[in-house]
């Protein structure tokens, strides 16, 4: 089974909700042109990522005025649509850091909120508590968003759970592109799945962000790289690989020992 995956490797406009609306729209119209089938946008692209007290004014529910609106589009364009926001709270606390998935219906399918919070970021949000695949028109997918790659439980718990092919939002800054590449690479090879992954680019507060969005087959071989600027990024998606992959080398699933691994699980 194949499809076609559209990166937008976008610069946010921080706390312009509107004006990153009007971008997205622009993108999901790009990607629909093209004949793409999913299009997904950074952590935290509705808003931008440098928030810090303000972080509650950008906040809006699953289903709220912003993300209602991307499912229209989504509608529209007959595209898949994955969205970074700042959810709001449903119990009153500190939003959460998420990842919106809607289908080319408009149909909103759910989200995932962020679990690993990085250095300011408990400051600002409310980490999630697990991981989620997706149902979608071709294959289930696993979410992630930026730090969380960088702990392999999750992504494995993702390929347990039936996930074949793992998506990660990112607002990922200097000077971590070695680590950046490592993670997505690692993370396809180990499990045996494709790793999309979406960073953004600009200049926000202390940060600034390098763009290189990537996608990694199951093997581990890094099959698109963007390079620093704006701009949509397409890559057509095989599954076949993943089963390629296991036959002609190595099958980490099935071949691990959780039996050896239960300290893992310990607090």
Known sequence: MKFRVALAQTNPVLFDKEANLKIAEQYIRQASLTH???VVFPECHLSGYYLEDRVGEMAEPL???CMSRLAEMARMHNIAVMMGFVESNPSGGKPFDSLGVITRRGEMVGVYRKIHLYNQEKDWFTAG??????????????????????FPEGPRILALRGAQW??????????NQHSYRVFQMARALENRLWIVSVNRVGNEGPFKFFGQSGVCDPTGQLVLQAGDGEGLFVVEIDLDANISAKKADTDYLADRKPEAYGDLVKT
Do not use: H, K, N, Q
Request: proline residues 8%; charged residues 15%.
């Open 36 to 38: 793409v089938d999913f």
């Open 63 to 65: 289903r709220g005025v």
């Open 129 to 150: 508590t697990g991981v989620r695949v997706f149902p979608t028109d071709y294959a289930p997918v696993g979410v992630l968003i930026c730090y969380d790659v960088e």
């Open 166 to 175: 793992i998506v990660v939002s990112t607002a990922t800054m200097l000077p």
